[in-house]
């Protein structure tokens, strides 16, 4: 079991970057695959991006492909998000999230992901 705890939100406009953290406690941490999904006010939450626990599978939304970077360091616990040319649109909370599942891909789909952290605010102004 793993408990995730984000960092790294805050506001920023729009072309500037942002780089989000999330720390796992847990020593299976490496085990498993990570993901970031993110919710704007009035919306569902959606997915942004996923790294299975070997990184060798690596997953983003279309509408953040080429700008968000997802990466791992399984020997700080950590996973972070690189996130690039943020435009408004990307405003949201932003969750981390564990898949404690054996898949060697990472997967999009939240159902696959049993340990969620509380989320950090992500501002983007025009």
């Known amino acids: 079991q793993v408990q995730p705890v984000e960092s790294g939100g805050g506001l920023v406009q729009a072309g500037a970057s942002l780089r989000l953290s999330c720390a796992a406690s847990?020593?299976?941490?490496?085990?498993?695959?990570m993901g970031w999904f993110r919710q704007a006010p009035g919306k569902e939450r959606e997915f942004v991006a996923a790294?299975?626990?070997?990184?060798?599978?690596?997953r983003y939304a279309d509408s953040v492909k080429g700008r968000f970077t997802i990466s791992r360091d399984n020997a700080k616990n950590t996973v972070f998000l690189q996130m690039n040319s943020l435009k408004p649109e990307d405003t949201a909370v932003y969750y981390c999230?564990?898949?404690?599942?054996?898949?060697?891909?990472?997967?999009?789909?939240?159902?696959?992901?049993?340990?969620w952290g509380q989320g950090t605010q992500v501002t983007v102004s025009s």
């Open positions: 790294i299975s626990w070997s990184g060798r599978s690596i």
């Open positions: 999230a564990a898949d404690p599942g054996t898949r060697v891909y990472a997967s999009v789909s939240e159902k696959e992901y049993d340990y």
């Open positions: 847990g020593r299976t941490f490496s085990s498993y695959a």
